[in-house]
T-cell receptor, first 114, second 111 residues
Framework: GAGVSQSPSNKVTEKGKDVELRCDPI?????LYWYRQRLGQGLEFLIY????????KSGLPSDRFSAERTGESVSTLTIQRTQQEDSAVYLC????????????FGPGTRLTVL | QKEVEQNSGPLSVPEGAIASLNCTYS??????FFWYRQYSGKSPELIMF????GDKEDGRFTAQLNKASQYVSLLIRDSQPSDSATYLC???????????FGSGTRLSIRP
């Protein structure tokens, strides 16, 4: 079956612009994570959705970052007024049920802020 | 103290030898432990998960869990150059129902 997909694969933007990153989880997966990975660094947790529960936003680095998810489907991560330090690969992962289950990662979106 | 700690490496191991990767965690209530492999420029992919104390073997890979000492390790037998990658340890957070990743250990297998 299809895996996790993300779009766009690459995004180059100018400082100060807003960007939207999209994630399509595996069908039937109720849990969805967003991570940020800077070059040569580990995974930085951003936000976690589980079914219809309130999302865990504890990892969002500033109020410029927000994310939405409609039901158990597509999620969008929005970064407003982008800064150069936002440049990173943004990874989405989904898991079947609880957030403790195996996560399947998408290919990521490489964001470059000039 | 980080919730999940790994030595960043690089860890250099000769081809055919055993590579040993270690991870310690701080949350005593953690129940689920995962090892992911990430090739350069690629996304992480699951290698193994372990829930119970002791060893779990899958092919050339063995995961070892010691909850009393709060560490989990991954052994790779008969290391191959294709095993060269960053290995990420992940642990569930018992009170928040989410996974916490370590920063990864870079493994290099030299021919």
């Amino acid at each position: 079956g299809a895996g996790v997909s993300q779009s766009p694969s690459n995004k180059v933007t100018e400082k100060g612009k807003d960007v939207e990153l999209r994630c399509d989880p595996i069908s039937g997966h109720t849990a969805l994570y967003w991570y940020r990975q800077r070059l040569g660094q580990g995974l930085e947790f951003l936000i976690y959705f589980q079914g219809n529960s309130a999302p865990d936003k504890s990892g969002l680095p500033s109020d410029r970052f927000s994310a939405e998810r409609t039901g158990e489907s597509v999620s969008t991560l929005t970064i407003q007024r982008t800064q150069q330090e936002d440049s990173a690969v943004y990874l989405c992962a989904s898991s079947l049920d609880r957030g403790t289950d195996t996560q399947y990662f998408g290919p990521g979106t490489r964001l470059t802020v000039l | 103290q980080k919730e999940v700690e790994q030595n960043s490496g690089p860890l250099s191991v000769p081809e055919g030898a055993i590579a040993s990767l270690n991870c310690t965690y701080s949350d005593r209530g953690s129940q689920s432990f995962f090892w992911y492999r990430q090739y350069s420029g690629k996304s992480p992919e699951l290698i193994m998960f372990i829930y119970s104390n002791g060893d779990k073997e899958d092919g050339r890979f063995t995961a070892q869990l010691n909850k009393a000492s709060q560490y989990v390790s991954l052994l790779i037998r008969d290391s191959q150059p294709s095993d060269s990658a960053t290995y990420l340890c992940a642990v569930n957070h018992s009170s928040a129902s989410k996974i916490i990743f370590g920063s990864g250990t870079r493994l290099s297998i030299r021919p």
